[in-house]
């Protein structure tokens, strides 16, 4: 015997309900924050990744934009957020990518970075970079024509 639509339309919205309000019903997540770079030994003037990752319910944070230290330049940035599903627990998180660009060798320290939620700060290992003086290029000497060639 086949059920009637009404009853397959109450059951589903019935299943949607529950969902929701089982949802609804979650604690917030604990934040915790994160940072990371793809490499820790560069160049002046090769670009590195730097990413802050932050999981968890983001309301009420205050997440203020890094700052990095004299000698590196923003050359890009993006924010990428993803929701996820598991064992019916929400997963949260965001991730702010920066390329930086070290303007000069020497040795120095990203972070610590912290966010504020309700009365608490959650806090970043801090990274040290070791940027490097770029090789110089090759003396360049002319061939028997009297011109250089690269």
């Known amino acids: ?15 949607l309900l529950f969902a929701e309000i089982a949802l609804a019903a979650e604690p917030p997540q604990e934040l ?3 940072a990371k770079v793809d490499k820790t030994t560069v160049e002046a003037g090769t670009p590195l990744n730097f990413a ?16 990095f230290p004299e000698g590196f330049e923003v ?7 993803n929701v996820s599903v598991q064992m019916g627990a929400i997963q949260r998180s965001t991730s702010l990518v920066y390329v930086l660009v070290p303007t000069r060798a020497g ?7 912290s966010v504020e939620q309700r ?15 770029p090789p110089l290029p090759p003396t360049l000497k002319p061939d028997s024509s009297g011109r250089y060639t690269i």
């Open 119 to 133: 009365g608490r700060t959650f806090e970043t290992q801090p990274i040290e970079i070791t940027v490097k003086q």
């Open 32 to 34: 915790s924050v994160s």
């Open 107 to 113: 040795t120095f320290q990203l972070g610590p970075f």
């Open 75 to 81: 050359a890009g940035r993006t924010q990428a957020t």
């Open 1 to 15: 015997m086949r059920p009637e639509p009404l009853a397959v339309t109450v059951g589903a919205a019935a299943v």
């Open 52 to 67: 802050l990752t932050i999981t968890g319910d983001l309301t009420g944070a205050n997440v203020p934009p890094p700052e």
